[in-house]
Structure formats: structure tokens, C-alpha cells
């Protein structure tokens, strides 16, 4: 009997370990993927400030006092110099100096650095439509004209050498890495290393394609064929900070900067030098997420260098045997145990590969994926069940379970009857994940925070459940499936999970947002007689275009939604309410749809929308119209 455990376990392991692969090619798990390294990166591998490494910021403060944008060339210029009196053993300007200013700013700075005599500039790498910008040549003038990084000539005016500033960027948007080196005609080192081998004056040495030493330590690349690493030395503020302004001020330290390694560079919004990466996912106190300025990116990265503390990926060979064994104990459980007590183990089970690569982090900074065993896991036990199931002839019970998840899943999105209706048609609704094409919405009440700022919170919560049941009623009505609600704001999908045709869609959901619209007039005419339910206003975003749509979640908690640009783009188009003075916007895509249908429409021409890099064709619909 229990050789045929094994074997069937086996075998089931084999299988679970087919799907995670196939998963693992997906958007969705992508996602997930990256969510969970940052997981980790947040709970197991933040750092306090390094001593080593010290940051000069032109920041929202030293904005504020200067008053101008960009900051005047011979401010700058005044502040290389005093960083330069005291010495530090190198300097990384990641200021890009490639366009010319007045005459008296440009010959300051070029004095300005030469004094000091210990800087590196700022260069952009040429990519797609992002051209080269090299330091101007009274700056800089490079010895070798085709490396990315290098050093100026000697005995001309200026910095001491050039470094490209380049951070790679992963699919979601979020910087984890940095590059090592730079290939073209002559092979040069990133930003991080070079600074790192200045300060050190030590060079870095090759192991193999995966590898390489620095500082008698054998680190690993992340992406050994664009020579990339995983920064390691993560913190809230990697490196000690000055804001720029300071530097100036009589009683600065006179050897705050002696002997250190010095970055100059910009994190004031108006810089828009601003990246997402993991500590995004590290909530603050007041609630916002942290983004990084791109100095503070490099400095973590010099730190990962300087530390040791380079991230090593698992291997794959290493990655998928893990997931396969994983899969092949539990399913083993389930089939040798009592169903209770095995379904039990395999929730402890659960927990072992994340904490486990919590530990391997924060100790060694080896990153072992969890993700795939994870799902092997969620995978793996309804396999095994199902085979018991079948074992035992209980498919009549399969078929029950399966209405009521289905049936319980929906219910609380759409009308009871649309449910139903789900149900009959459920050969069309993947719960796993699909790509499929919908009309997205967003809606968010304008001003809420003041609105219910110093208002107790049963009176806010009573008139914004007021507002979300109306407009609960209304997407019902138009057939919209309304899949979260986000704080005051909604998301509101139309053609999932049933479509009645991409058009039909569209047009649903913008009869959708007029009516909505229609509605909190309604709602502020019956409430103008008590004056603690304030007059509301909301913005609406719509963008039809594919999605991955399935369920998303753990093994003990699920829900069916949808992922994708199309999401994001929506969200982003409400929000631009707010700089249009709109109440509805739209993408092009969605106005194509409808213009056979509808009149009224208005171009906006394009907009600059945060994670595109092009801009995006906005359109909105009369107000008369509404």
C-alpha cells in the first residue's frame, strides 16, 4: 500500500511541478514572483544608514530654500567645492552637466570641479528612444571617446572621470539591480562599481560568466549575460544623507565628508529622478509608499559591493528539484494520512520554504524562490484530493464543491441572478487565469480626505456606505462586476467574468459612469438638508484593452480578479480627473469603440502618464451629455 503512495505521489508531484513551470511563464506569477523577493527584501534584508558612503541631496528642502528648477549651475558649483575641501577619496556627481548654461555658471563649475578633482559625472546611456547625454567637454574629455565609463584626460580642466548612471529596470517597473559593466566597443563598469573600485582601489576580478571577486569575496550576477547583480544593502536611507543646502551653512562639519565616498545627486520631486524598487512595498507611518531617488539606488548598490552583501539567485536546477520534492512529501501526507491531519501538515508545510528564505536572506543574501513551492503546494492538494476523490467514486460531491465555490466567488460581486447565469455558463469562466479583453473603471470621490478630515468616523463610514450601495445599484444595473472597492474608490469591470461583446461592453460601462454620475447629484440634492453628510464629487476613468483575469490569492484566502496594464491605465486615467477638471476620461482605445455610438466626445489631446513612456490619447464626453 504504501509503495503506491509513493508512486502516486510521484507522479502527482510530477504534475503539480508541470503546472508551477507553465505558471511560471505567466504575467500574473511574474508578479508574484517579484512581490515576493521584495517580501523578503523588506522583512529579512533592510540595513541601517552606512557610515562609508555619504549623500549630498538636492532635495525638496534645498529646492525650497533655492527657489529655482532646475537648481542654478553655480549653486552647484559651490557645493562641489566645499565637498571638495574636505577631501573625500572620491565623488560620484549623478547630475547629468550635458546641456550649457550661462557662460559665468558653466566656468564655475568647471572650477568647481577641477579644485576638488575627486569627481566622477553623470553620463546617459543611449536606449531606445532615450538619447546618449555625455558630460559637455569643458567638463570632461574622455580619454577613450567609445567607453560608457572612463576617466578624463589628464592635465585638462574638469572632473576626474565619467560614469554611466543607466539602472536597469525589471518588468514591472521596479529597480533591483544594477549593472556591473557595460558592453559596446570598449566593455566599461557601471556607476556602482566604479565608484566602489575608486574608493577602494581595488579592481574587480572575472571568476566566470556567473561570477566574479571583489574585495576577496566571490559574488554572483543576477543576469550573467547584461552582467547585472541584485542589490543586497537595502535601507530606508541606505546611506548617510546631508541635504545640499546644509553643505553651505557656516558650522557645517569641516570632515563630514574626509576620506569618505561622496554622491551628489537629486530626489526632489521636481527632479522626477524618483524609482520604485522594493521598499515600495514598505509602508510608512503616515500611510504613503517609499520611493527611492536614483542616487540612493546607486548608493545601496555601492553598499552591496563594498558589504559583500550581492544578492545570490537559487539555481535553477536547485529552484525546480525544491519545488518537485515539496510537492511530492505533501501529496504523499495527504494520500498516507487521514485527510484532517494531512490537509493540517500541509498548511505547516506552508509556512517552511518562506521562512526558510527569509533566514537564507537575511543571513547569507541567498534568494530561494518560495513562490513556485508555494504553488506546488496550493497545487498539489487539490490534485491529490481529486485522485482520492475519484478513488473513492465521490464525483457527484466534486460537482457540488465546485458550484459552491464558484457560486460563493461571484455572488458578492454581480446580481444573484448574473451569478446564475455564471454558473450555467461556467464553461466560459477560467478561475486559474486567462487573457481576455474588457472596459476597466475607476472611480474615486474627489477630496475625500478633507472631507472627512475632524468628522467622527461612524458619521464618514454611514455616508460612504450611502454613496457605495447607490453605486452598487447602478453598476448592477448596467451588468458591471464591481471587484473591489479601494477606499473610497472603485474598480469596475465590464465583459468579466462574462462578455457580451467588446462594444456592448464599452458602451455599458460608459452609460455606466453617466448614470453614476447622475446618481451622486441625486445623492447630494437628498443629502443638502443635513449638513454632516457632505456634497460629494467623483472622477471616473475607463480603458478597454486585455488582461490576465483569474484567481488570485493564497491557499486559504482567494478572489477572482484581474491584472495587467489595462488596470493600470485606468487607474491612471482617474486620477488625471483631477488635472483636466473632468469627471469622466477615457483612453483612446475605448473612445474607438464607442464613437459609432456615442456624441460629445472631446479630445484632450496626449497626456503624460506615470509608468508609460509614451504619451497616451485622453478623451472625455460633454458635460452636457452626462
Not at 464618514?460 to 456606505?465: A, D, E, G, T, Y
Not at 485606468?570 to 464607442?594: F, G
Request: hydrophobic fraction near 45%; charge should be negative.
Amino acid at each position: 500500500m504504501i509503495f503506491r503512495y509513493v508512486w502516486q505521489s510521484a507522479l502527482i508531484a510530477l504534475a503539480a511541478g508541470a503546472l508551477v513551470y507553465g505558471a511560471s511563464k505567466t504575467t500574473p506569477f511574474e508578479d508574484f514572483y517579484m512581490w515576493t523577493y521584495d517580501f523578503v527584501v523588506v522583512h529579512a534584508g533592510l540595513t541601517p544608514p552606512s557610515q562609508q558612503i555619504v549623500l549630498v541631496d538636492f532635495d525638496d528642502e534645498t529646492f525650497a530654500k533655492v527657489k529655482k528648477y532646475p537648481i542654478p549651475r553655480d549653486y552647484i558649483a559651490r557645493v562641489v567645492t566645499e565637498v571638495g575641501k574636505q577631501r573625500p577619496r572620491v565623488a560620484g556627481m549623478d547630475i547629468l552637466l550635458s546641456e550649457t548654461r550661462t557662460e559665468a555658471e558653466d566656468k564655475a563649475m568647471q572650477d568647481a570641479l577641477t579644485g576638488a578633482s575627486v569627481f566622477m559625472l553623470a553620463r546617459q546611456e543611449g536606449v531606445e528612444d532615450i538619447p546618449t547625454e555625455d558630460p559637455l567637454p569643458m567638463f570632461c574629455q574622455p580619454e577613450d571617446t567609445r567607453a560608457a565609463s572612463g576617466f578624463c584626460k589628464e592635465g585638462q580642466p574638469g572632473a576626474l572621470g565619467y560614469v554611466a548612471i543607466d539602472l536597469p529596470r525589471d518588468v514591472d517597473g521596479f529597480v533591483r539591480q544594477a549593472n556591473m559593466f557595460y558592453g559596446g566597443a570598449v566593455p566599461s563598469e557601471g556607476f556602482a562599481l566604479k565608484l566602489a573600485e575608486q574608493y577602494t582601489g581595488e579592481a574587480v576580478k572575472s571568476v566566470d560568466h556567473e561570477r566574479f571577486s571583489f574585495l576577496g569575496k566571490t559574488l554572483y550576477y543576477s543576469n550573467p549575460d547584461e552582467k547585472e547583480i541584485l542589490v543586497g544593502s537595502w535601507g530606508r536611507e541606505p546611506v548617510s544623507t546631508v541635504p545640499a543646502w546644509k553643505v553651505l551653512e557656516p558650522g557645517f562639519p569641516s570632515n563630514a565628508f574626509t576620506d569618505k565616498l561622496v554622491l551628489m545627486g537629486q530626489s526632489s520631486d521636481a527632479a522626477r529622478d524618483r524609482h520604485f524598487t522594493p521598499l515600495f512595498r514598505y509602508a510608512q507611518p503616515d500611510g504613503s509608499r517609499l520611493s527611492m531617488g536614483g542616487t540612493q539606488v546607486h548608493a545601496a548598490a555601492i553598499r552591496s559591493l563594498l558589504e559583500g552583501t550581492v544578492v545570490r539567485p537559487c539555481p535553477q536546477w536547485l529552484r525546480w528539484t525544491l519545488v518537485a520534492v515539496i510537492c511530492w512529501i505533501s501529496s504523499f501526507m495527504i494520500l498516507w494520512l487521514r485527510t484532517k491531519m494531512a490537509v493540517t501538515a500541509t498548511a505547516v508545510i506552508v509556512t517552511i520554504p518562506c521562512l526558510v528564505s527569509l533566514v537564507l536572506f537575511h543571513k547569507v543574501r541567498f534568494w530561494m524562490p518560495f513562490l513556485g513551492q508555494e504553488l506546488g503546494l496550493v497545487i498539489t492538494l487539490p490534485i491529490t484530493l481529486f485522485v482520492q476523490f475519484l478513488s473513492e467514486r465521490v464525483l457527484a460531491q466534486e460537482a457540488r464543491q465546485q458550484r459552491m465555490q464558484l457560486m460563493t466567488l461571484f455572488s458578492s460581486y454581480v446580481d444573484p441572478l448574473v451569478a446564475g447565469t455564471i454558473w450555467d455558463r461556467r464553461d466560459e469562466v477560467s478561475l486559474t487565469g486567462e487573457e481576455r479583453i474588457a472596459t476597466v473603471m475607476f472611480t474615486d470621490i474627489r477630496s475625500f480626505t478633507a472631507l472627512s478630515a475632524g468628522k467622527p468616523p461612524a458619521q464618514v463610514l454611514k455616508w460612504l456606505n450611502q454613496y457605495m450601495t447607490a453605486m452598487d445599484e447602478v453598476i448592477r444595473l448596467h451588468g458591471g462586476f464591481l471587484n473591489k472597492f479601494i477606499g473610497d474608490g472603485l474598480m469596475i469591470i465590464f465583459g468579466l467574468p462574462l462578455s457580451h461583446g467588446v462594444r456592448q461592453d464599452a458602451g455599458r460601462g460608459l452609460h455606466a459612469a453617466q448614470a453614476m454620475l447622475r446618481r451622486v447629484d441625486e445623492l447630494n440634492q437628498e443629502n443638502a438638508k443635513y449638513p454632516e453628510r457632505p456634497q460629494l464629487r467623483i472622477g471616473v476613468g475607463i480603458h478597454t484593452g486585455s488582461l490576465m483575469a483569474g484567481s488570485i490569492g493564497s491557499a486559504n484566502r482567494q478572489e477572482y480578479s484581474v491584472i495587467g496594464e489595462t488596470v493600470n491605465l485606468a487607474s491612471r486615467l482617474e486620477s488625471l480627473n483631477k488635472q483636466y477638471k473632468t469627471e469622466i476620461l477615457m483612453s483612446q482605445a475605448t473612445h474607438d469603440i464607442l464613437a459609432a455610438d456615442f456624441t460629445g466626445f472631446e479630445s484632450l489631446g496626449d497626456a503624460k502618464v506615470a509608468g508609460f513612456h509614451q504619451p497616451i490619447p485622453v478623451f472625455t464626453i460633454k458635460a452636457s451629455l452626462l
